[in-house]
């Protein structure tokens, strides 16, 4: 078998039948489709059966309860997976047609890439929104003190790879980086490519509530600092490094703040930002935006 797509869902039966639909039209017809279910509490497991009566391709896991996060669900397919190729598919997201076809073909052009990630065009409220190359970041080095430059959706990977990577963390204390550090611990063992083609679809989901945004902060910031923890080469330019990589997450929290308009809570996490970075423009640009945001509407 030359691929296993692995998607997790919960509370899905509104969206998974675009997912499972996306793979059953590939061209490419040598796959299996391990959807595990994730605790959820609607109808999924009667959408995706529909599909499971018809296709022994496509597999149903049911997990016992929901674990919080994809990384178990994720794990319970890797697991399970019997594939050359693992390739993970978010439940609201699609593949778009040729996408396996043209996976397999770059692996075959390039023998010495262990795991590719495609471009992706992003959606909002139906609605395309961008579209996005990723990369071009391939050592942990880059990914790490530069920025995340993969998408799960987007990535497949030679299941080779597990022997040495292992599986998802479990932690939930960086629950929301999980994806993350997977990709970082590929990037030490491996090597990883990117096909500039658009092969997907991401659903951009909005993320409203400001107690999600303060724990998704405090997650990155456990996370980073923990990946630096581990790095022996603690020198003056990788610590100059790591505090532009925390400034970075902090603008990105910030303007999570100023996107619901709760201006409040982004002033002090941009006068963080400019601690740590004060060279940045665009933060002062944020800093100044806010505050007057701020005055003009200080309940908002």
Not at 147 to 155: D, H, K, P
Not at 191 to 207: C, D, F, M, P, Q
């Amino acid at each position: 078998m030359k691929f296993s797509i692995i998607t997790p869902v919960y509370n899905g039966e509104k969206f998974i039948s675009e997912a499972i639909e996306s793979t059953i039209n590939q061209d490419h017809t040598d796959w299996e489709m391990l959807i595990i279910n994730n605790g959820s509490t609607d109808n999924t497991v009667n959408a995706v059966s529909k599909y499971t009566e018809k296709d022994s391709r496509i597999k149903l896991i049911n997990c016992n309860y929901n674990s919080g996060s994809p990384a178990r669900p994720r794990n319970l397919g890797l697991k399970e997976a019997k594939g050359k190729y693992v390739a993970f598919l978010d439940a609201d997201d699609v593949f778009l047609q040729g996408k396996l076809a043209a996976v397999e073909q770059y692996f075959n052009d390039h023998p010495d890439i262990d795991c590719v990630c495609h471009g992706e065009r992003h959606i909002k409220n139906n609605i395309a929104i961008r579209e996005d190359y990723y990369g071009p970041h391939t050592t942990y080095e880059d990914l790490f003190f530069r920025g995340n430059s993969l998408s799960t959706s987007a990535i497949v990977m030679k299941r080779s790879c597990i022997d040495k990577v292992g599986f998802f963390s479990e932690e939930k204390e960086f629950s929301g980086f999980e994806d993350y550090d997977y990709w970082l611990r590929l990037a030490k063992a491996y090597r990883i490519g990117y096909l500039r083609k658009i092969l997907g679809t991401y659903t951009v989901n909005e993320r409203s509530e400001a107690s999600k945004i303060s724990a998704n902060f405090e997650n990155a910031i456990k996370f980073l600092d923990s990946q630096y923890s581990s790095w022996n080469k603690k020198t003056l330019y990788y610590k100059l490094l790591m505090r532009k990589r925390k400034a970075l997450c902090l603008k990105a929290s910030a303007r999570e703040f100023i996107r619901i308009r709760d201006y409040k809570s982004s002033i002090p996490l941009l006068r963080m930002a400019i601690a740590y970075n004060p060279l940045n423009l665009k933060q002062w640009v944020f800093f100044v935006l806010a505050l007057v945001a701020n005055k003009n509407n200080p309940h908002g």
